[in-house]
């Protein structure tokens, strides 16, 4: 059942937990993340990633109409959403293609040029009925699938009060916050900064979404969730997982079921994961 990010935030605020949100750039991930959520008969979240398009993965408009059939077909509620788009016409064609949710990434612009992008995008997505994700500070190196990240930087960091007034200001569905994770794989012990995090929560209205949910500890996750964190983006780990089980496999002459082995590799991590977003232990 397709659904818009807004709706399925509001399934994670009245359980108290968070949604996963998984990247689908083939059809073995989309399959992976659609049947995980099926067996845990669960809510979740399909992504595409504006920046896959430059890794040589499938392009939004390859993908767009396989996200939605899967999502129409589903057993759950499926938002698909489009993940970290930068620039307009993007973020519009993805909306004229049927994705219910689009993030706005103006992370890389100074506050004033974030919020009025935002704005405009916001106007364009109510027309379309759909939701809107955004950002205030910054995840570092945005999302990659793969690549490392600086860690702990303080400067980069969501500021509680400028959240507070850009969710307003804007009519945002969901704020994506940088209180200490990263996009890729950790090249140090995250160290998250709940204190801010609990003080966004405290003046922000809008349902709040983590970035770079690889890496990050069971016991860190009870306490983002407790602390507001409603939507969860997690590829990194996923995508390792399908590679291991590929590894593992015994040699095969066929691609197909080198296929069949990623899609149930990603398919249990991504289970996994869902079962700490719902707060259920591994
Ligand atoms: P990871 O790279 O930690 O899995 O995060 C993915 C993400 O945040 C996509 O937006």
Redesign the pocket.
């Known amino acids: 059942m397709l659904v818009t990010l807004k709706e399925i935030l509001k399934l994670a605020e009245a359980k108290k937990n968070a949604i996963g949100?998984f990247?689908g750039p083939n059809l073995a991930s989309m399959r992976a993340v659609i049947y995980a959520a099926e067996e845990l008969n669960e809510p979740v979240v399909l992504?595409h990633?504006q920046l896959h398009e430059d890794m040589g993965l499938c392009k939004m408009d390859e993908v767009a109409p396989i996200m939605l059939y899967l999502a129409d077909k589903a057993k759950v509620p499926v938002c698909v959403h489009l993940?970290?788009g930068t620039d307009l016409d993007y973020i519009k064609r993805g909306l004229d293609l049927g994705f219910t949710s689009v993030m706005f990434d103006g992370s890389a612009l100074d506050y004033e040029s974030n919020l009025a992008n935002t704005s405009v995008i916001r106007e364009i997505s109510l027309r379309y009925g759909a939701s809107l994700e955004a950002e205030v500070g910054s995840?570092g190196a945005r999302?990659?699938?793969g690549g490392e990240s600086l860690v702990n930087d303080e400067n980069i960091y969501t500021d509680p009060e400028s959240a507070r007034d850009f969710a307003e200001a804007t009519g945002i569905d969901a704020l994506a916050c940088a209180f200490g994770?990263?996009?890729?794989?950790y090249i140090k012990e995250p160290k998250l900064d709940f204190a801010r995090l609990k003080k966004i929560h405290s003046l922000v209205k809008v349902p709040l979404v983590m970035?770079?949910?690889?890496?990050?500890s069971d016991d860190d996750y009870a306490k983002v969730i407790e602390y507001g964190i409603r939507k969860v983006?997690?590829?990194?780990?996923?995508a390792k997982a399908g590679a291991a089980a590929v590894a593992a496999m015994e040699p095969t002459k066929f691609y197909h079921d080198i296929e069949v082995a990623a899609m149930e590799g990603m398919k249990k991590d991504v289970m996994a994961a869902m079962k700490v977003f719902m707060r259920q232990g591994r």
């Open positions: 949100c990247n992504t990633a993940d970290h995840m999302e990659h699938g994770t990263v996009h890729g794989f970035h770079g949910g690889s890496g990050v983006n997690y590829y990194t780990y996923m």
